[in-house]
């Protein structure tokens, strides 16, 4: 059999996300073998749900599916909570793993995670697919190709309002045992974005802060919130550059949000993920009376927007951007050298996401390195 | 056999945009049995393009896929002077009809395919997608729900630079065989979106313009350019509104431009096509100190949107509205009101277009009526 | 007597922006003697407005002050059917003219202010000052220098909602006796700016509209609207170039708007009055994968901006462009070559509003050769 | 005599626009008398200065502008290190004072200047101009109407780029005694606004960072870049509200960026200074599928703009701030209640700022209590 089989386990939000990636991406890029749909684990009527997003069978216990010798390839893209168990179960079955973000909700696990693809030798690598943008790629290859000079000052932000609303009541996500709050949910993806732009942080110091002290009770009672809506970071990063993490859960107005400001020594990008098809560039070259930040806007000339649209300016969704990174994932796996995030560098996110709350009780820089 | 079967004819721009939906719109929306890709026709090595698209068989011969009693409903995706004798042959042989836009570059050929779609009773579609834009329906509900009073002015601009470099050669799309130009090339599209947002336009003034008159050929001559890349139209619609329609495939810069501006009675409508997720809404109500246009985003409360993300602000993109007017042909098969573009009304926007180029020629006015 | 002595007619809305112009000038120019502010002419305590606006003398009789010795230039800011007959008394007194825009209500008046202009030899200008700022003058200097090459098309619109509240009693500007409406309120600038930025205007088609067919009279009986809120222009500038004009003072949300589009055989600029410190300008040079529309913001590198402040970025206001304005009518009385219009270029841009409203009525395009 | 008399030290950057405004503030407001400009001091050219700006005498020596019994109040435009004599030795003298910010370059200089305030029981305000913009104004007023709830979240970011050319010879600028860098240059400007805008901040830790090492000395050598182009800051206000400040004047591309992010409990308010007549709002009232965030443009609506233009959407400039920020000088003398930061706070923001330089050699948070 020479087309791969894919075992999808969880048909939430992300999940059917991959779902339509594995079911388009041979489509979409023409180069590919489509993918066998082998198999699809979800809790609740896994025949219903396989039906709809196209697998050919189904499953309500995931230990069945990451041993099925039909499945070469694991979608796990279930509640945190879940991800080390299912990941290292897979990766131990000698299936390549493809797990969304974040890694595990326990640095423990992720590391564990990241022992077990080390030991296995299969591809392990994690769904953050906004650096699979065709435009975050441009901004990728400008800096690399030295189009703004070495970078001096990275900004990143990242804004929601799931948790604005002062009035909703107390919920899991106010619980410590959900995470930090802020750092973890966005903080992750930030820390991918500047990984895959700039490259590693060196050292942190951070901060924390809750708009809202307690919450509702059904009983008609307050509760202490006890998660950090707002997380702030400065950063240094290994090439010596200086940053600064916002992340917001609790702004209102901003839906997804991820505002990132690169400045060099050259010039300048500026990127908002609410209008992901766009990037703002400033260079500091030509006539100074006509200099300006310029928009330039996702094209054929970004690959592999190409692959999509044939015509410039028509706009990539955020589905397709899991094409990508599931394109991305067959390329790697017969050899080709693909932008991903595997269980090595999504560690060291998690760890630096542990080290910016950490400095928020400490109250002072740390070391990642 | 329950499941509808597709036939698909071009496997181009648009003809992998009809696949990527057929392919898409089962899992995307859940409601909807998964449509058998019975059929593929592309001239060119038809069974690898079949391969790569997911359907399961092929031929070259479009004659033969019009008539196979496995194909339900015909995707016509191939050079417009094919399409009135492919719609025509499909809607005879009882298969319902998927046409991209233009509906045909001769009037007289619009019309028969409007005879035929009549005489078939058949459904018979055409490909505006742009019309299906989660933002676009809601601009549509809100001016159907009177948030912005009655429309008094409708402004249109679309604008792209693919004409806009002038040292490009003599091509076929500067020969009046292929059309007049913008109008053809654009107008539909602009009037696609007028029609379903505030309805049928009643008469018309226009304009054109060739921003190059002649182009060089092979031989290095140069030879007079017989296009219009630019277009413009004073418009009066049926409900009294005056509107202004622009459109121009050698505007430098614009990359899939498609600028809507509707005046109200009480509030005004701003989008634009390069920002499909947005739309900003101006009402004349509230705070006078505090009104402006707001930017809206698009998200799960302006379906089908939440069918594609369940979070707000995330962007679907252009290949997603395919899928919904896919969503829109299967629900119409099954007898929901759904928002579509078929042969008649198709005919109505020819039919304007038409007329603007006309006025052009004769200086004045004319009644569509 | 050395320094200009300035006279001041009308201390309204413009009167006041007159007064702050020659207040300020010197201090802003610093290469300008500062001009003596002789006399003010005002209806209503012309003494205490005198006093507010730094004038010595003060008179409610204009006739005297046309006359007077001590006054070298006449700023004329009254309601526009004052116009012709100031304008015309100034200059037969040997006055030179600074005349707010309209010129006139009625053509011939314009005429004869224009014939007054000739027979004097003095100066007589008319207060287009958007085409003073900075912005404006870079954009006209890039096109003079060829920067987005050979102008192919243009397109401005012009857009305020003073008239949009449909509940709004019948008032005079909705009387034929004030003017056609939007055509002579908003036109007159438009074409101001086409002229400065590209040149003149020879043919015109011309649509005018009523979003309101009528309004209450404080009888409580409704009245028909005898003038056109709504103004559309097809153009053909001498240069060969197509055009778009269009102007609604019922555009709900719009303040200030005018909004530039200049496209060329090289590139394309883009300007909004209501940012008007900034404009877009693309280039079709340079990697096809990083070109786009760049902002470039008013600085110190576009003159006269440093004249007012030494830093980029810091933003000029409305007021400052009449300010600029003033100074270019000094330079000019001292030989200088500086951009204003005259009464001869303001006679032909209002020749071309009336052409364009009686094309309106007629129906077809005029030539204004 | 009942006007006040001015004088003036310094004619550079803010010594002219200071002269502006005192020329300005009588014609722009009615409502206050016509300051006499009285005595200006400059270190060069004297008279020809005082001739330019309208001042009625000049003098070389600062000391006898600040005994000079003409002169009511001491505009000091001068050098920063020149601040703390001036304005303590006008104080002495009687003098009301405006100084520019910053206050001083040493801590304890400010410290002395409030003293000297303090014991003169006179007027002595700081020229922190950006907080008079009828926009800011507003912000100031709707979040003290609770119009966005509590606020939660605070975020100002300023960045300018004239220190960003790596290739630029070492400067007084690069030198320790020129102060820290971007945090006196840049934080005091955003103090100020966080201060007018929502409160005083209680607690703080900095962040300060290098872009470039080192720079060119005339011999060619290198020498260390001895202050900080980047500051950044964690905030805590006195409301409980969290904030992050940061500046950067190595800011490729940013030109007069003072970007203002605040959150509350029910909303939230964004501003860019760059485009300085516009103020964004977003309110979670109202349907939530037609919530955004909207572009609130300058108006009469929003004092004291009206007082500039009688239209809204016609943009004051950055000039007209200065001639805001005399009217509340003007009023304030005369009893009014206006909006000035005074020595006392001025010293305060001052105080902060050195906080944040503290807290980053020391490395944890710093409370200013």
């Excluded at 909570?81 to 423990?108: R, S, Y």
Aim: proline fraction near 4%; hydrophobic fraction near 45%.
């Amino acid at each position: 059999m020479d087309t791969l089989g894919v075992g999808l386990i969880g048909t939430g939000y992300m999940g059917k996300c991959h779902a339509l990636a594995w079911n388009a991406v041979a489509s979409v890029f023409g180069d590919v073998a489509r993918p066998r749909l082998a198999l699809l684990c979800d809790a609740k009527e896994p025949e219903a749900r396989a039906r709809e997003l196209g697998f050919v069978r189904a499953t309500q216990d995931w230990r069945e599916l990451v041993k099925d010798p039909r499945v070469d390839i694991v979608s796990i893209a279930t509640p945190n909570h879940f991800h080390a168990d299912m990941a290292i179960a897979a990766l131990q079955n000698g299936k390549h793993v493809w797990c969304e973000k974040p890694m595990a909700t326990a640095l423990a696990d992720a590391g564990r995670m990241r022992d077990a693809a080390r030991a296995s030798g299969k591809l392990a690598v994690l769904g953050y697919n906004y650096i699979q943008n065709p435009v975050m790629r441009l901004m990728r290859k400008l800096i690399a190709e030295d189009a703004i000079g070495a970078v001096t000052h990275v900004r990143v932000e990242m804004d929601e309002d799931f948790m604005a609303d002062a009035s909703a009541p107390f919920s899991l996500r106010n619980e410590r045992s959900s995470g930090y709050g802020a750092a973890d949910d966005f903080m992750v993806h930030e820390l991918s974005l500047i990984w895959s732009l700039v490259g590693p942080v060196s050292r942190v110091s951070g901060d924390m802060a809750k708009p809202y002290a307690d919450r509702t009770l059904p009983s008609g009672a307050r509760r202490a919130v006890e998660t950090f809506d707002i997380a702030n970071a400065f950063l240094r990063l290994k090439n010596g550059a200086s940053g600064v993490m916002i992340a917001n859960r609790a702004a209102w107005g901003r839906k997804g949000r991820i505002a990132v400001q690169i400045f060099g020594a050259q010039g300048s990008l500026v990127f908002d993920q609410e209008r992901m098809n766009e990037v703002e560039m400033f260079t500091s070259d030509g006539d100074p009376a006509t200099r300006g930040f310029r928009r330039i806007l996702a094209a054929p000339l970004h690959p592999p927007y190409g692959k999509f649209i044939p015509a410039p300016g028509h706009s990539l969704g955020f589905n397709d951007l899991k094409v990508i990174e599931c394109r991305e994932i067959l390329g790697r796996l017969r050899g080709e050298q693909t932008l991903l995030i595997d269980f090595e560098t999504g560690y060291e996110i998690d760890r630096t996401v542990h080290a910016i709350a950490e400095s928020h009780a400490s109250g002072g820089w740390i070391d990642l390195s």
